[in-house]
């Protein structure tokens, strides 16, 4: 399958500052990265979609201002929590889209974040 | 809007026992399909996949899923479990088949086996 680095796994920041998270996909060229967000015994819910070279696509209810996302290329796209508090502690997650049609979804390891 | 449905939220099985998970989902048109295990501290692990053709498919770790178009349905099955499968199941829709259609994901069912 195809290789996905996420980074950092885990990280423990102070409320107020900005954490920035990594997804590199490896083998393959990514023109789409989706970011999700799992909050502790719940289901990953899409927080936005990014596309290489254009602004990002944010659901509903994610504000746009908190949560930065920049696709420079098509290996690389950063998540980057801004002022973070802890209601942002969650597990970040992205997901490149797949290298063709019909194909599966690859994940990234995941980024535990704790705001203290 | 489209929507992901797991009916079950948390299954309790011995070991040895049948398990089905059901999926069920609201979009009418062309849809990949998928089950994604999460073991605890792990990250997500793809089951099984349906895309196209024989409705009923295999997966790893003895897992399989039928698609049942008319049911907007794709339920996860296992003839037995064991006590090694204890983790949260995911079923997850894509629109179309293009490779950068999102994923809705349903909320998940926590699958306990006791030995």
């Known amino acids: 399958g195809a290789v996905v680095s996420q980074h950092p796994s885990r990280v423990i920041c102070k409320s107020g500052t900005s954490v920035k998270i990594e997804c590199r996909s490896l083998?393959?060229?990514?023109?789409?990265m989706f970011w999700y967000r799992q909050f502790p015994k719940q289901s990953l819910m899409l927080m936005a979609t990014?596309?290489?070279?254009?602004?990002?696509?944010?659901e509903q209810g994610v504000e746009k201002d908190k949560f930065l996302i920049n696709h420079a290329s098509l290996t690389l796209s950063t998540l980057t929590v801004t002022s973070a508090h802890p209601e942002d502690s969650s597990f970040y997650i992205c997901?490149?889209?797949?290298?063709?049609?019909?194909?599966?979804?690859?994940f990234g390891q995941g980024t535990r974040l704790t705001v203290v | 809007a489209q929507s992901v449905s797991q009916h079950n939220h948390h299954v309790i099985l011995s070991e040895a026992a049948s398990l089905e998970l059901g999926c069920n989902y609201s979009y009418g048109g062309t849809v990949n399909l998928f089950w994604y295990v999460q073991y605890p501290g792990q990250h997500l692990q793809l089951l099984l996949k349906?895309?196209?053709?024989?409705?009923l498919v295999k997966g790893i770790k003895g897992f399989e899923a039928e698609f049942i178009k008319s049911k907007f349905s794709f339920n996860l099955r296992k003839p037995s479990v064991q006590w090694s499968d204890t983790a949260e199941y995911f079923c997850?829709?894509?629109?179309?088949?293009?490779?950068?259609?999102?994923?809705?994901f349903g909320q998940g069912t926590t699958l306990q086996v006791k030995p």
């Open positions: 997901s490149p889209g797949g290298p063709g049609p019909n194909t599966e979804a690859f």
């Open positions: 997850a829709v894509r629109r179309g088949s293009s490779n950068t259609g999102k994923l809705i």
């Open positions: 083998d393959f060229q990514a023109t789409t």
């Open positions: 349906y895309f196209s053709g024989d409705p």
């Open positions: 990014s596309n290489e070279g254009s602004k990002a696509t944010y």
